[in-house]
């Protein structure tokens, strides 16, 4: 019996199910049984106390047993490139939990108790089927980076604003219209990414952001950014398309704006369509960078002052890679 052992690496075999008696590893603090053939986990999974660490990811999994929520000192789980639909239930009773990647199966949503996660500070459940964010996510209080590209989002709940911690927020590639003004809450925010949506405006409140480096807003309906924007002082880039921001004046609204002659970068009847991004050697993507002159030491003339010290050049954007657990943006 090997009941001392602690930790259990079984990945990259042809693995389909574990015995009933691995219950009797008391001490067992790591499992990892990644890329295997598994379509269930068995139930004495539950019974394995100290575990902190569980790796399943690359299998059949459709569904995680109930008593994977017994796992109380539990702090990361990998469940990501599998066929799960759901979560169980009580989610929240893993009150150690810190680490949960998910990417690529089909859930479609999380369950309420999830906001019970006190500690939890990586969520990544990009490449799913999300249709929406339940508001207990803003309950995840330390909550640092979370990542939900590829889904179906049509919205966003107001609850984000709780997330003081959050560095990294990733919603590319959903069909978001607009954003909760409590965004502006997300103090600490440095990277925002909001590429390929649905959005024709964003709230003003975004200038709240003061932490905010990196702004990606690019394959949107945009006509105009929020004028706020200039007191974004350590913003280092925002994509958007190859044109130079303009100061202007919306036309329905007469409050001031930031504006560009080809946004948006889509036509509001190809919402679809990612194809117009130009691909060039060594696998980047075309894309305008702006930069804050008075941030990187430049001078400012006068008239510069008048569109907020914007100063455009094109450089280039990395393609999103073809198989990813999660997209990081590196600001």
Same mark, same amino acid.
């Given at each position: 019996?090997?009941?001392?052992?602690?930790?259990?690496?079984? #990945?990259?075999?042809?693995?389909?199910?574990? /015995?009933?008696?691995?219950? $009797?590893?008391?001490?067992?603090?790591?499992?990892?049984?990644?890329?295997?053939?598994?379509?269930?986990?068995?139930?004495?999974?539950?019974?394995?106390?100290?575990?902190?660490?569980?790796?399943?990811?690359?299998?059949? @999994?459709?569904?995680?047993?109930?008593?994977?929520?017994?796992?109380?000192?539990?702090?990361?789980?990998?469940?990501?490139?599998?066929?799960?639909?759901?979560?169980?239930?009580?989610?929240?009773?893993?009150?150690?939990?810190?680490? *949960?990647?998910?990417?690529?199966?089909?859930?479609?949503?999380? /369950?309420?108790?999830?906001? #019970?996660?006190?500690?939890?500070?990586?969520?990544?459940?990009?490449?799913?089927? *999300?249709?929406?964010?339940? /508001?207990?996510?803003?309950?995840?209080?330390?909550?640092?980076?979370?990542?939900?590209?590829?889904?179906?989002?049509?919205?966003?709940?107001?609850?984000?604003?709780?997330?003081?911690?959050? !560095?990294?927020?990733?919603?590319?590639?959903?069909?978001?219209?607009? *954003? /909760?003004?409590?965004?502006?809450?997300?103090?600490?925010? !440095?990277?925002?990414?909001?590429?390929?949506?649905?959005?024709?405006?964003?709230?003003?409140?975004?200038?709240?952001?003061?932490?905010?480096?990196?702004?990606?807003?690019?394959?949107?309906?945009?006509?105009?950014?929020?004028?706020?924007?200039?007191? @974004?002082?350590?913003?280092?880039?925002?994509? *958007?398309?190859?044109? $130079?921001?303009?100061?202007?004046?919306?036309?329905? !609204? =007469?409050?001031?704006?930031? !504006?560009?002659?080809?946004?948006?970068?889509?036509?509001?009847? @190809?919402? =679809?369509?990612?194809?117009?991004?130009?691909?060039?050697?060594?696998?980047?993507?075309?894309?305008?960078?702006?930069?804050?002159?008075?941030?990187?030491?430049?001078?400012?003339?006068?008239?510069?002052?008048?569109?907020?010290?914007?100063?455009?050049?094109?450089?280039?954007?990395?393609?999103?890679?073809?198989?990813?657990?999660? #997209?990081?943006?590196?600001?």
């Amino acid at each position: 019996k090997l009941t001392n052992l602690e930790a259990l690496e079984a #990945r990259e075999n042809l693995l389909r199910s574990l /015995p009933a008696s691995i219950e $009797q590893l008391k001490n067992l603090k790591r499992l990892d049984i990644g890329s295997n053939e598994f379509e269930t986990l068995p139930l004495e999974i539950g019974q394995l106390e100290n575990l902190q660490e569980l790796y399943v990811d690359c299998n059949d @999994l459709e569904c995680l047993p109930k008593e994977i929520t017994f796992l109380k000192k539990l702090q990361s789980l990998d469940v990501s490139e599998n066929k799960i639909l759901s979560f169980p239930d009580d989610m929240g009773e893993l009150v150690s939990l810190s680490d *949960l990647t998910a990417s690529q199966n089909c859930v479609e949503v999380l /369950p309420h108790s999830i906001g #019970r996660l006190k500690k939890l500070t990586i969520l990544k459940i990009d490449k799913n089927r *999300l249709v929406a964010l339940t /508001p207990a996510i803003g309950s995840c209080t330390s909550l640092c980076e979370l990542v939900l590209t590829e889904n179906l989002l049509t919205e966003l709940p107001s609850s984000l604003g709780n997330l003081k911690k959050l !560095t990294v927020f990733n919603v590319d590639r959903n069909r978001l219209s607009e *954003l /909760p003004s409590t965004i502006g809450s997300c103090s600490n925010l !440095t990277v925002l990414s909001l590429r390929n949506n649905l959005l024709s405006i964003l709230p003003f409140e975004i200038g709240k952001l003061q932490q905010l480096r990196v702004l990606d807003v690019s394959g949107n309906r945009l006509r105009s950014l929020p004028y706020t924007l200039n007191a @974004l002082s350590n913003l280092q880039a925002i994509w *958007l398309s190859d044109n $130079q921001l303009q100061a202007d004046q919306d036309s329905r !609204t =007469g409050v001031k704006v930031l !504006t560009c002659y080809l946004l948006p970068q889509r036509d509001a009847n @190809l919402a =679809g369509d990612t194809k117009g991004e130009t691909v060039v050697e060594n696998g980047f993507v075309g894309g305008p960078k702006v930069h804050f002159p008075d941030v990187d030491g430049d001078s400012v003339d006068e008239d510069d002052e008048a569109i907020g010290k914007f100063e455009r050049h094109d450089t280039p954007h990395p393609k999103h890679p073809t198989k990813a657990k999660g #997209r990081q943006i590196d600001g």
